[in-house]
């Protein structure tokens, strides 16, 4: 096998796995096309482990496949798994539209693959949008109840948000590629160095990149560009919360981490810029969150809060930041998808859940109340899980680099957002259960929590391997990483 065909055989693995459930959804069942979806999901993270280690450039330079990449790929076909296997078969997502939910599910995942390698403008562009036009309609797919359309009104503000970020982020990256004549990122770095330099720092440099940035910043659920967030978790399916709470943020740390490394550290604007949103993000999404009663709306409020925290490492403008940006948000996709895995199991038939559903989820299904407790406990950065260890790179990172006001913020909210995390526990644990059902699960959903608690714990007891995989994974990419 040629090293073009290894280094690009998972995207063809996905490629033949959208087109099979393509053909599943012209009358196959939904039971059939979650088979697919998982052999499918399977075979992607197989190939992922098959070519990793494999560099190679195709499509005439936009494309890259590296460790960097190739890294986020492993993660992403890894949440790929876990989000098929959170509910028990789509209770919110009517039976005639079942099959073409996988086969969206699996074009948006495609799009975040392709996400993870583009290097040059147009196929960054390509990418984000197939990875978002999926989850446009996957909001829209949930059940109608009692005549209530909240979910046409979610994805309708979920689109409409998502056009206009993207229109602004078209504006700026016209801006650079004015300024620098190339699409290729590579390129674009060298070329605008000069407009970064000490003392001939170029004002549209700096307007272009950043709103350049506002697309990823709207994947990202940062401040302001997170008004959709909170709707979009309340108003889509608990599947389709889950994915858009988890996965598409990986892609949004992938390419900032791209575009940031653009900027100069020796100059303040980019940095400020980055640490004012962190920290309106953190705030506006903690406060917030301590008066929510929907457990999914309460998550949508904190992911726009970790949001922030992950911004920190990015205004660092350094390997050190941006490898504890990533981690940080690999993390976070297994303390959300813990979250959310509980949440998809304690609804009867895919309804919201609020915090007094959870009341004595420990009698009701241990395992269950065990893996929300870890989940929240997780997040809220208490030791000795990821959470914890993501924080504390974050925020040394950020001190290292002068950030002084910024730890002292991030460490302000964290405190902050303990108390509506224990709120959940405080439901699962110390509440009567008032004559609630035991919840049974299946062997598959046991094996996923126990993986989800296992993983939530070692990487935040033996942290020390994966960061050094990003570590590595962050000199493969040509940016300037200072």
């Not at 073409?100 to 799009?111: A, D, H, N, R, V």
């Not at 709207?218 to 959709?228: G, Q, S, V």
Request: charged fraction near 10%.
């Amino acid at each position: 096998m040629s090293s073009s065909l290894t280094a690009f055989l998972p995207e063809l693995v996905l490629l033949a796995g959208a087109l099979g459930l393509f053909g599943l959804t012209l009358g196959s069942s939904a039971r059939q096309s979650k088979i697919a979806s998982l052999v499918t999901a399977a075979a992607f993270v197989a190939a992922v482990i098959l070519s990793f280690g494999t560099h190679a450039t195709l499509f005439n330079g936009a494309y890259r496949v590296d460790t960097f990449s190739q890294l986020f790929k492993l993660i992403l076909g890894l949440g790929y798994i876990v989000v098929l296997l959170l509910g028990r078969s789509l209770d919110d997502i009517r039976q005639d539209i079942r099959s073409e939910y996988y086969l969206f599910l699996s074009l948006g995942i495609c799009g975040l693959a392709f996400l993870f390698s583009s290097i040059e403008i147009i196929s960054v562009v390509i990418s984000l949008e197939l990875s978002s036009y999926p989850l446009y309609l996957m909001v829209a797919m949930r059940r109608e109840r009692d005549g209530q359309r909240v979910q046409m009104e979610s994805a309708i503000k979920y689109m409409m948000f998502g056009i206009s970020a993207n229109g602004i982020m078209f504006f700026g990256l016209s801006y650079l590629f004015g300024l620098t004549g190339t699409t290729s990122l590579p390129l674009m770095l060298e070329r605008l160095q000069p407009y970064f330099a000490a003392g001939h720092v170029n004002a549209l440099a700096i307007v272009g990149l950043a709103l350049s940035l506002s697309g990823f910043l709207y994947k990202f659920a940062i401040f302001p560009f997170h008004f959709w967030t909170p709707d979009v978790y309340q108003g889509s399916s608990n599947e389709t919360a889950a994915l858009v709470a988890s996965l598409p943020k990986l892609g949004a740390i992938a390419i900032l981490t791209r575009f940031v490394g653009l900027a100069s550290p020796t100059d303040s604007t980019i940095p400020t810029l980055l640490a004012v949103l962190a920290t309106a993000s953190m705030f506006y999404g903690n406060l917030v969150a301590l008066v929510q009663t929907d457990v999914k709306r309460l998550l949508g409020f904190s992911g726009i809060a970790h949001a922030g925290y992950a911004m920190v490492g990015l205004v660092a403008l350094g390997s050190a930041g941006f490898a504890a940006s990533i981690f940080y948000i690999a993390g976070y996709v297994l303390m959300v998808l813990a979250c959310f895995f509980v949440v998809s199991r304690v609804s009867p038939d895919g309804t919201n859940v609020s915090l007094s559903d959870l009341a004595g989820l420990h009698k009701r299904s241990p395992l269950l109340a065990l893996t929300i407790g870890l989940g929240v406990f997780a997040l809220g950065g208490i030791p000795p899980f990821v959470g914890f260890m993501a924080k504390f790179g974050l925020l040394n990172a950020a001190l290292d680099k002068g950030w002084l006001w910024l730890v002292i913020v991030t460490v302000i909210n964290s405190a902050i957002a303990i108390y509506y995390y224990l709120k959940i526990v405080k439901e699962a644990y110390f509440s009567d259960a008032a004559g609630r059902p035991a919840i049974a699960l299946d062997f598959a959903a046991k094996a996923a929590c126990i993986v989800l608690l296992l993983a939530i714990t070692a990487l935040g007891v033996a942290p020390g391997k994966l960061m050094q995989l990003i570590a590595a994974s962050l000199d493969t990419v040509q940016v300037a990483l200072n």
